[in-house]
């Protein structure tokens, strides 16, 4: 009924706007007819403009309303979903501890208890922790320095956690392929970037999700990650409002899937910062949805540099000597062998 209630205040405003602007719209023929008749081309002249203007006025108010209207709905669903998020685990919690110290349990089943348990105070943390990050966005990381972070280990690491998270199995959910690449900047922002967004890939999959983590550098300097899923996608005129902080599509009493609108957000802001660009896409080779994020980086090309290197350099490293320097030790025994004996 809530939701209803909110959906209609959206209707007075844009009803209220549009009636206001038909009827500048009509008063400023009547005066434009009526003054062409008369040929009062500086008072015709001068209307027409304050008609424009009230009309121009008009539209940006009806804007900055429904602008509004929509914020407020998204901010109520976001208490809607952050109260359910915080309740659910609290009640998990308090059913355990009641179980366990009303009733005798086996050993065995207590064990369980103590992972739901620790589950859900790991959700409760993770939550927390969403919600005081959003207020600190810009100034989050500053504490420490930024650092060369390598992509591969980042990105396994994060899906280690989010199957954790979802109780499934790495390697049954993920496949990578990823080129061997650096990115300089603080290492919480990449995590919560890249943890959101394969978090998600994983939440928004199909019941048996399946997860494609890929990325590759460009000629530019540019490191692109791909994280693409097996779920229902992301509709085409959602995929730039699913950004704005608070939103979540449908509304609280619909939903089927956990979450509070805040981590997109989280995402956008932390790519913006690093100086990267992030969108969605539809999979060309299948059902689901594609993050694409784009971030400067660079490949990492230490661990080839043997394979690529001369053959002789290769050999002197190795401690072999090379062909080149086998001659040029020769020559100098000669010319020292020449001076003794003159």
């Given amino acids: 009924m809530s939701y209803l209630r909110k959906r209609r205040s959206l209707h007075l405003p844009i009803t209220l706007s549009v009636v206001l602007m038909v009827l500048n719209v009509t008063l400023m023929v009547c005066w434009i007819v009526l003054l062409a008749h008369l040929n009062s081309w500086g008072a015709l002249t001068i209307g027409t403009v304050v008609f424009a203007l009230i009309l121009v006025v008009s539209a940006f108010y009806l804007f ?11 901010q109520s ?4 979903s952050v109260t359910h998020e915080l309740k659910t685990p609290i009640a998990s919690l308090r059913l355990y501890l009641d179980t366990l110290r009303m009733r005798h349990v086996e050993p065995r089943q207590q064990e369980e208890f103590f992972n739901v348990m620790d589950a859900e105070l790991i959700r409760l ?3 927390i ?5 959003v207020a600190r966005l810009d100034a989050l990381g500053q504490e420490a320095d930024p650092e060369d972070i390598e992509l591969v280990p980042l990105l396994q690491r994060c899906a280690e956690l989010a199957a954790r998270h979802h109780k499934k199995v790495v390697d049954e959910v993920f496949t990578f392929e990823i080129e061997p690449a650096v990115i300089h900047a603080r290492r919480i922002l990449l995590e919560m970037i890249f943890g959101n967004l394969i978090d998600n890939a994983v939440k928004y999959g199909a019941a048996q ?8 550098v460009t000629d530019n300097g540019r490191v692109v990650t791909r994280i693409a899923d097996n779920g229902e996608g992301v509709a085409p005129d959602m995929r730039k409002r699913i950004f704005k902080i608070f939103y979540r599509g449908g509304s609280e009493l619909e939903r089927r899937q956990k979450g509070t609108g805040v981590g997109l957000y989280i995402v956008r802001t932390l790519v913006g910062l690093l100086k990267g660009k992030v969108q969605v896409l539809d999979r060309t080779d ?13 490949a990492i090309v230490s661990e080839a540099l043997d394979a690529t290197l001369p053959s002789e350099v290769s050999g002197e490293r190795a401690g072999v000597s090379s062909p080149t320097s086998q001659i040029s030790n020769f020559k100098s025994q000669i010319s020292n062998l020449k001076t003794s004996e003159g």
């Fill in 209 to 216: 999700p399946q997860v494609q983590v890929s990325a590759h």
């Fill in 125 to 127: 943390d993770h939550l």
């Fill in 286 to 298: 299948g059902p689901g949805g594609l993050f694409v994020v784009d971030l400067p980086g660079r």
């Fill in 129 to 133: 922790n969403q919600l005081l990050e």
């Fill in 64 to 74: 900055l309303t429904v602008k509004e209207v929509r914020l407020n709905q998204r």
């Fill in 77 to 80: 669903n976001f208490v809607d």
